[in-house]
Every structure is written in structure tokens, then in C-alpha cells.
């Protein structure tokens, strides 16, 4: 099962919070970074927030001070925390993690089905 599954999304009024998770599966010999991106409708998807292998983050402008990513290395998983949250926060968010599986030759990026996360006024 090489695959990433997003839980966590929902509906959730101005000023509230969500915590969207992200879960890696399969036989992984490593995982190299692990991200968070959205897409709004006609939007570009844009990156939200990536969290590197030895743990340094990056964070788009617009949700720095707000989200926070972390990691479990041993679980395979990342977390987005997401607070104060605004209507132009709702978008599609999709996890992205760049692995490497057991059988497999380099490490490929994939991709997560997305959870629709919905940000009322």
C-alpha cells in the first residue's frame, strides 16, 4: 500500500482551528520531506508548509505565524496545525511526501487524494 491519506478537514468558521494529518503506508526505507500544499478554485496549487528530513520548515507568507507542521519519523506521518484560520484559507490541502519504498530505485514524490478544507466568514 504506497499511498498518503489526509484526515483532518472540515468545515470551520474565521478564527477557528483545524489539524489535518497526513499518513505514509506501505514498506518505506525513507521518507526525505514531507509537505502540505492547496489548491483553491482557479488557483495554482501553492505550497503551504514542508518540513525537511533533519526538521527545518518552510512556510508560505500568507499562513506563517498561524500554521505549524511537525513530523513523526517513526510513524510516518505529518501534522498540520492550523489556527486563526481565514475564508481565503479554504482550498483543497494535499499532502506530498517525497519516498523512497522498499523495492524501488529512487525516491519518487507522491501525492494524497486532498481534504477540502472550508473556511467560513
Known amino acids: 500500500q504506497e499511498q498518503l491519506v489526509e484526515s483532518g478537514g472540515g468545515l470551520v468558521q474565521a478564527g477557528g482551528s483545524l489539524r489535518l494529518s497526513c499518513a505514509a503506508s506501505g514498506s518505506i526505507v525513507n521518507i526525505n520531506a514531507m509537505g502540505w500544499y492547496r489548491q483553491a478554485p482557479g488557483a495554482q496549487r501553492e505550497l503551504v508548509a514542508r518540513?525537511?528530513?533533519?526538521?527545518?520548515?518552510n512556510y508560505a507568507d500568507s499562513v506563517k505565524g498561524r500554521f505549524t507542521i511537525s513530523r513523526d519519523t517513526v510513524k510516518n506521518t505529518a501534522n498540520l496545525q492550523m489556527n486563526n484560520l481565514k475564508p481565503e484559507d479554504t482550498a483543497v490541502y494535499y499532502c506530498?511526501?517525497?519516498?523512497?519504498?522498499?523495492?524501488?530505485?529512487?525516491?519518487?514524490?507522491?501525492w494524497g487524494q486532498g481534504t477540502q478544507v472550508t473556511v467560513s466568514s
Open positions: 506530498n511526501a517525497n519516498i523512497w519504498y522498499r523495492g524501488k530505485y529512487t525516491y519518487v514524490n507522491y
Open positions: 518540513i525537511a528530513s533533519g526538521g527545518s520548515t
